[in-house]
């Protein structure tokens, strides 16, 4: 069921005093958005996600332009990159959590796919994660090459900077970031522990279950 423009109104607001109650945003870096009928509802720029107002939501139209509430934030092209491959998803979250920012930064991970199989939930809700190389704050290019992976992938890593997440609701997207940075979380914990990881099968018969 398709929420109303107030409930979602309501969910961005709550989810992100949320996230900044537990410290996976800070200062006024995060964004949230939720597709409508006719656009997109999005957090607007310079505000900490704790302290956002259900009217002052940015309301984009269908061409990305702002027909009401606060500007946008600067980051808004990465969410209009993930739903252009995903006309499926209703939601994105974009972070600057610091475990997710820095694995994206060690040197030995494997940009096809940055994070080992450590649990089921996170094979279930993130799948595979590919790295998005560097791109300097407000480079349109950073959405093409969001873009080229988005069909395929609905959470990115976006290196030196924080993940990228879509989903079919936005709990839903909201779950899979926050699995995403606990699993970000867990493999520093462990990078220099002998360790048991989830075999090929077993991560095999999970994403067969889609
Ligand atoms: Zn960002």
């Not at 069921?1 to 006024?28: D, H, N, Q, V, Y």
């Not at 940009?111 to 480079?139: E, K």
């Not at 993940?163 to 520093?188: D, F, K, M, Q």
Request: aromatic fraction near 4%; hydrophobic fraction near 40%.
């Amino acid at each position: 069921m398709i929420p109303t423009e107030t409930k979602s109104r309501e969910a961005i607001c709550r989810l992100g005093a949320s996230l900044f109650r537990r410290g996976l945003t800070f200062g006024s870096s995060g964004n949230i958005s939720v597709r409508l009928d006719d656009g997109w509802l999005m957090t607007p720029t310079n505000v900490a996600l704790d302290e956002l107002d259900p009217a002052s939501l940015s309301r984009l139209d269908e061409q990305g332009r702002l027909t009401g509430g606060d500007p946008p934030t600067k980051e808004s092209f990465l969410h209009r990159a993930m739903y252009a491959q995903r006309p499926q998803d209703a939601a994105v979250v974009h972070l600057h959590s610091t475990h997710s920012v820095a694995v994206s930064v060690l040197e030995d991970i494997d940009p096809a796919d940055v994070l080992p199989p450590i649990t089921a939930y996170y094979i279930m809700r993130v799948g595979r994660l590919p790295l998005v190389p560097y791109y300097p704050p407000g480079d349109l290019a950073l959405a093409d090459a969001v873009g080229a992976l988005a069909d395929r992938h609905h959470a990115v890593l976006l290196a030196n900077h924080g993940p990228v997440v879509s989903g079919s609701s936005l709990s839903a997207a909201a779950a899979a970031i926050e699995e995403l940075e606990e699993t970000a979380r867990l493999h520093l914990l462990l990078r220099n522990e002998r360790i048991r990881l989830l075999t090929p099968d077993q991560v095999a018969a999970l994403r067969a279950r889609g």
